[in-house]
């Protein structure tokens, strides 16, 4: 079974990233959100802390070895800083991990070497639809064998740094099943739409993506020809954005409890009445509920074992909890809560964003 305590390498890293989601991302997360641009330097600081080359081995530049369960601690500690500036450091994965997991020897040898250097790389995947019923498992946008490579179609929603990202991973379906394709900046067919508004992650640079005809080297499929087994890689997707819920909801958390024990109504603090207390305590129980299944799944991913439905309970737990607890956090806050003058109101439309999005993270 796994242990609930951190071996000292993660409890160092922990404290890195929590200094640094304290220091750097709580400040930066209003002034970010209002101006809807996260800044350069935040993304330059936040990858000194080397989250990404610690998951790469020695042979592409990296100094580690992947962990699910390093990575989701982090994430969780990110999270908890700002949401749309964890996502903006996590983006790189998007294209390092899948490839690491079940890219070739030749992609890996290629582009892992990338993502390991000093400076921060923007990435991207592109995985949803803009349709209601969209589906991961069944996706419309299509992949066709041609002689000279693979022809994908299609369009894609809420691809975070598409007009910057020099590779993108397209998750697409041939022959009926999915698959994702390695896709250059510039490819042609490849067209990056206007930024997209949405109720919260402002901060985050998110597009609509065409694919018309885009034409992509066969050698440039995940797994080359050969294809891959994305369960894996699906499996940590969920993961990551369990984990970011754990971190916003523990942010706001604290928060409301803080604000409770400090605010006095009729000569006591609100947190002794019995209402606000019984709120309080099911949000811390809810948190601590999907933060075990989120170590569960990781430590399953990490063990090499089929972590599927462990990943999905994480995920779905994570995605009601983290509107939940942002929702009562407001209510502990009154007509404070519903002000930006407390950063409760943007955990909250951001929390919303949990249970409708995909694909955005991965460790």
Same mark, same amino acid.
């Given at each position: 079974?796994? +242990?609930?305590?951190?071996?000292? &390498? /993660?409890? *160092?890293?922990?404290?890195?990233?929590?200094?640094?989601?304290?220091?750097?991302?709580?400040?930066?997360?209003?002034?970010?959100?209002?101006?809807?641009?996260?800044?350069?330097?935040? *993304?330059?600081?936040?990858?000194?802390?080397?989250?990404?080359?610690?998951? !790469?081995?020695?042979? @592409?530049? =990296?100094? %580690?070895?992947?962990?699910?369960? *390093?990575?989701?601690?982090?994430?969780?500690?990110?999270?908890?800083?700002?949401?749309?500036?964890?996502?903006?450091?996590?983006?790189?994965?998007?294209?390092?991990?899948?490839? #690491?997991?079940?890219? +070739?020897?030749?992609?890996?040898?290629?582009?892992?070497?990338?993502?390991?250097?000093?400076?921060?790389?923007?990435?991207?995947?592109?995985?949803?639809?803009?349709?209601?019923?969209?589906?991961? *498992?069944?996706?419309?946008?299509?992949?066709?064998?041609?002689? &000279?490579?693979?022809?994908?179609? =299609?369009?894609?929603?809420?691809?975070?740094?598409?007009?910057?990202?020099?590779?993108?991973?397209?998750?697409?379906?041939?022959?009926?099943?999915?698959?994702?394709?390695?896709?250059?900046?510039?490819?042609?067919?490849?067209?990056?739409?206007?930024?997209?508004?949405? !109720?919260?992650?402002?901060? !985050?640079?998110?597009?609509?993506?065409?694919?018309?005809?885009?034409?992509?080297?066969?050698?440039?499929?995940?797994?080359?020809?050969? =294809?891959?087994? #994305? %369960?894996?890689?699906?499996?940590?997707?969920?993961?990551?954005?369990?984990?970011?819920?754990?971190?916003?909801?523990?942010?706001?958390?604290?928060?409301?409890?803080?604000?409770?024990?400090?605010?006095?109504?009729?000569?006591?603090?609100?947190?002794?009445?019995?209402?606000?207390? @019984?709120?309080?305590?099911?949000?811390?129980?809810? $948190?601590?509920?999907?933060?075990?299944?989120?170590?569960?799944?990781?430590?399953?991913? &990490?063990?090499?074992?089929?972590?599927? /439905?462990?990943?999905?309970?994480?995920?779905?737990?994570?995605? &009601?909890?983290?509107?939940? $607890?942002?929702?009562?956090?407001? /209510?502990?806050?009154?007509?404070?809560?519903?002000?930006?003058?407390?950063? $409760?109101?943007?955990?909250?439309?951001?929390?919303?964003?949990?249970? $409708?999005?995909? =694909?955005?993270?991965?460790?």
């Amino acid at each position: 079974m796994y +242990s609930f305590e951190p071996s000292d &390498d /993660q409890k *160092t890293l922990i404290e890195a990233v929590r200094r640094f989601a304290s220091r750097e991302l709580r400040p930066a997360m209003r002034p970010a959100e209002e101006s809807g641009e996260l800044p350069a330097s935040l *993304t330059r600081s936040g990858w000194q802390l080397g989250l990404l080359p610690a998951s !790469l081995p020695e042979e @592409f530049g =990296g100094f %580690g070895d992947r962990s699910a369960l *390093t990575g989701a601690l982090a994430a969780e500690e990110l999270g908890w800083g700002d949401l749309a500036g964890a996502l903006a450091l996590l983006a790189p994965n998007l294209v390092a991990l899948p490839v #690491l997991l079940r890219g +070739s020897a030749q992609q890996r040898r290629e582009l892992l070497p990338g993502f390991a250097g000093e400076a921060y790389r923007p990435a991207s995947a592109a995985l949803m639809e803009p349709r209601f019923d969209f589906d991961p *498992t069944a996706l419309e946008t299509r992949a066709e064998r041609a002689r &000279d490579g693979y022809r994908l179609r =299609g369009r894609k929603c809420n691809v975070p740094y598409a007009a910057e990202a020099e590779w993108m991973l397209v998750y697409a379906s041939l022959e009926g099943e999915v698959q994702a394709f390695l896709v250059a900046r510039g490819t042609r067919g490849l067209m990056v739409g206007e930024r997209e508004r949405n !109720l919260g992650l402002n901060a !985050l640079p998110l597009y609509e993506v065409e694919l018309q005809d885009c034409l992509v080297p066969a050698g440039q499929r995940l797994g080359d020809e050969a =294809g891959a087994d #994305l %369960g894996a890689v699906r499996a940590a997707a969920q993961v990551a954005w369990a984990a970011l819920a754990v971190g916003v909801a523990r942010g706001a958390y604290e928060y409301a409890l803080e604000y409770a024990r400090t605010r006095l109504a009729f000569g006591e603090a609100i947190a002794q009445r019995q209402s606000i207390a @019984f709120m309080l305590a099911e949000m811390a129980t809810e $948190v601590e509920a999907a933060r075990l299944l989120v170590w569960e799944a990781a430590w399953l991913l &990490d063990r090499g074992e089929d972590a599927a /439905q462990a990943a999905y309970l994480a995920r779905i737990l994570s995605d &009601d909890m983290a509107l939940m $607890v942002a929702d009562r956090a407001v /209510q502990i806050l009154g007509g404070h809560g519903y002000i930006r003058d407390h950063p $409760v109101e943007l955990w909250l439309r951001n929390a919303r964003g949990f249970a $409708v999005l995909d =694909g955005l993270a991965m460790v």
